[in-house]
């Protein structure tokens, strides 16, 4: 029973990892000061701490299903709220939107027929926040086959996103003020590999060195002295 | 520059951990199967890998403001698309709903008035779906301390999104049928432990061995065979 | 026609009626204090008064299409409206969420693909509203005749509602302080009886001498002393 | 304790009434078929089969606080499907909306900045159904006392409800049949009096005799034959 | 390039119309007081301002898909702001809805099984705001051609947005004190005719000498002393 | 009265300007192919094709409070049906976003607190749609007279409503295929100029001879060929 092994884990946890970080812990437990908002999928494949090695208190964590954060307007959500406490409670600076290979979400995308049927909330989910990745892969790559457009649309998902994330009140004005970076990333499970939207070019490539954080919508790349 | 950072953190972690663990996330990328679906805040104070101890594929992971439930209804929520795709799509059988001590959305709720002016998008989220914590809190506990209501709204919290939780149809079904456990815990950031809600003590008990599932809800507890 | 008929029939009250029940009509014209809040079907069969042989003055009534309560959530309902008023505005301790034998609302919901054609509306309010039923009745209970699952879905939908109010805030609020009963109610055309759940045995026993109110949910029966 | 004297009730109704009128609710058992759409207040002073003197199976019935029907649109509502139910699934021509003296749904919505603290789920209600009416008491009757405000509101939101009904599908397609009467009336409870508007007169008249249906909207009362 | 021809009608405008009005439009950015409130279609072929041969500061303008006003209600609208802002803001008395033949809008409502697919968004617009008109149609005109079909779409449309219209609380309080007229037009593209809803005959009739403002709902023609 | 006179307009547009352009409207009866979709606010002052010089059939028009495209998501919206039309029913490949001098709806959202009482409406739409404007300008223009906000509020709200429409599913797909061109204009009322966003500036220019349509979002300046 999973819940057993949970329990047992936190005891580990508890006896080792936090006797020995105790004084890091007393010190979070007076307040968190992340500096990175880190979106990504529910996929249990995923442990953003762990691909980035990050400790406690680095980064402020959304997850939900596909890796999504609904445009701003009349309809109040999770999401909505969770980026507006990181970058106007927090003061975050940093928002990483990651997708990744593989993708569940993505895969009941590009079927969504079915889904309405077998999981209706999941449809709405991704029907209401989604359509637009969906539209721009059924109409721009007729033919494709399956994997081809599973890939497309987990990469075209993630700027989806991005483009819905750049509506938001506090988003808009700190981009204005240029104080905001965003990045589009994709982990692939199978390489362990990470890859950010580098605009310059229209594609992703590996994050090695240096960051591409996406280029500030309706300014020109060159005018944007923050990068 | 934390992104500088992170990616220092994605090759440390391809060089050393996925190198020794190549064959688990390739296996992992043939699809998950967790057992668990956790439910959690934003906050960068709570890793749920690290305190479960759990690896890549055990955990399926919501993290949001206040580790919050949208309760079924009208409105489509990230959340219920989580907890349909969980239950329904992965067969999960075990639900934690997460809370933890500090948590700055509970401390919001509490002063929810200042909240609608400084930060609107999270006053409706907790407005919509934390309200009867709210409530509960305000018209049960007059004249406690500050310190005392933020303890009392961050347990009752994680009991109002189990309430919630039930109310999905997929969550409906298979509690009629005696297929899901829920957990209502809570984790304290400065000792490193974990408690859970004992219904039949009404209170929060250590995690230490055996687990404290939510009755189920509308059976009497000793008719509830499968526990 | 029937509105001459109803109008003969307010002269009939008037006449009758009223004029010797003046007193008491004068005295509610002052306020009303009802002790019930009885929620129940729109059905033309149902006269809550008639069947508990109740006073004017004594039941604060919701009817609707299926004796539905939506949950708490981002939409406003004309439910949620009345059960705050009746537990916060005048104070009810007890409600009553009655269903009833040959629902037609239920039998829609049986059929909910024909419904979404021929009365979109009805669909949308028992898709949003009562999906948990449906979902519960058709997963556990394949191969059933179609009367039985009518029984069934009767049932379950009277315990979907009581699930769903106890998301709301004032509910919970008065459900901690102990100060709230709830009863899931069923009342048989045929036979005129009415019948309640009751918990410790999971089954509707005809009500005869004592209620069968729901066990306070995530409180373990034994610890709630009130009842 | 109120619940004992409702079961005495149901006791009462069983051995008494439901006896003596068994072949009929056999006969109801079979299927309801009733010629009026009875819509009112959830208060607990109106009991629409006393006043209309109507037996079982003859009144269809809405009741919510204030006796409100939302004007179709996006947000599904409890009462739209009531009215696509009872016109089109029980081909009722006629459906009162009942209002009547005293209403505290009405004297809030007069008070309505109050009612945000204190109830904010009723002022959703009537903020977003019967804002017509407050607006239009409040800038057409400037200076009135307070009863006679109420009176007016009480009146005019009745009105208002009619409006609300003419904007959904079945009633709309029903009315240019000439299949459909619509009939505003006010309930008195301390006189035991119902009065229904006169659109002829712009007043509301003691229903003796004859009814006073609204005119059909958007056709001169003298082409409307069926009347 | 039609922005190119645009641009050059940007040049064109301001060197010889805007020259030699150059006062008007000086005194045109001190405010507006327009008289008219005119909704009408988003349709290229409509140009309200020659149609009607207005100058600029004389018609507030409403342009959507469909000449639609959606009734009052939980969902808040664009259209709903306009007419508040036009009744209230600028004290506009005379409101015009004015449809069209040939209108995309009214072709896609009668087939909108085909518009879900294709058009999905155009498919909640109009099942959201006109399905009053396509069930009227459908129900009460089986056997049309859908040339006849489509010319009494049009028309309903018209009357079925006044009926919204009636709904809003502006609107409302205005009709009450007499201080507004709704007009519902067809403009015919092909004879360059507009006709207007003669309510005393139910027909469309001319506009050659004198309006034809629906009737005051609620009120008889008779009473309405204003026009 | 107003109506009387626009009475009038329409039989001088019939007998001059439809007699001598009688063939056009005959063919325009056939179908319209507008090349441009044409965004502005209602505001009397402006007549789109008075100022662009465009004749019947030239442009697809949506005016609104605001000249507001709410952003896609899970509330329906007049705006979104009349972008999907244009773009995937009418093939419009481009869209221009057309904002004025002196727009009161500018004006109301620097003060929207008053807003909120007197004109709630107005308050809902902007909030729900140009709050990311009143939030940039309030964060980053502090101590600036109401003028200049207000100026600056107009250009921020054109680029806004960009980003909210670049989140809908059509006009993403067509701008990934770079089929589709927008464009952020604002029209000056006293001077009869019209400016546009020149993106490689950050500033508005006076359209001359050359247009500046937005940058294609995520994808560099140099890359983006069709321009
Ligand atoms: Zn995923
Ligand atoms: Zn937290
Ligand atoms: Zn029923
Ligand atoms: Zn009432
Ligand atoms: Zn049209
Ligand atoms: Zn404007």
Chains 1, 2, 3, 4, 5, 6 share one sequence.
Not at 162 to 187: C, D, F, M, Q
Not at 195 to 209: I, M
Request: with cysteine; hydrophobic share 40%; proline share 6%.
């Amino acid at each position: 029973m999973p819940i057993k092994r949970m329990i047992e884990g936190l005891n580990e946890f508890h006896d080792n990892y936090f006797i020995s970080h105790r004084e890091m812990f007393e010190q979070l437990s007076q307040g968190q000061s992340p500096e990175v908002l880190f979106v990504t999928s529910s996929d249990s494949r995923i442990d953003p701490c762990l691909i980035t090695q990050s400790q406690p208190g680095e980064l402020f964590v959304i997850r939900n299903v596909g890796n999504i954060i609904p445009a701003h307007g009349a309809s109040p959500s999770a999401e909505a709220a969770a980026v507006e406490y990181a970058v106007h409670g927090l003061g975050i600076r940093d928002i990483v939107i990651c997708g990744h290979s593989h993708c569940g979400a993505m895969r009941g995308l590009l079927q969504i027929g079915n889904l309405a049927q077998q999981m209706p909330l999941v449809y709405d989910w991704l029907k209401n926040n989604a359509e637009s990745t969906r539209r721009l892969v059924m109409d721009n790559y007729p033919g494709y086959s399956h994997e081809k457009l599973l890939k497309i649309a987990i990469e075209q998902n993630v700027l989806t996103q991005i483009e819905n994330l750049e509506t938001h009140p506090v988003i808009r004005s700190k981009l204005h003020a240029g104080k905001l970076n965003l990045h589009a990333w994709i982990y692939e499970i199978e390489t362990g590999e990470v890859f950010a939207y580098d605009a310059a070019n229209g594609q992703f490539k590996l994050l090695e060195n240096r960051p591409f954080p996406v280029p500030n919508p309706l300014i020109a790349a060159h005018s944007d002295s923050l990068r």
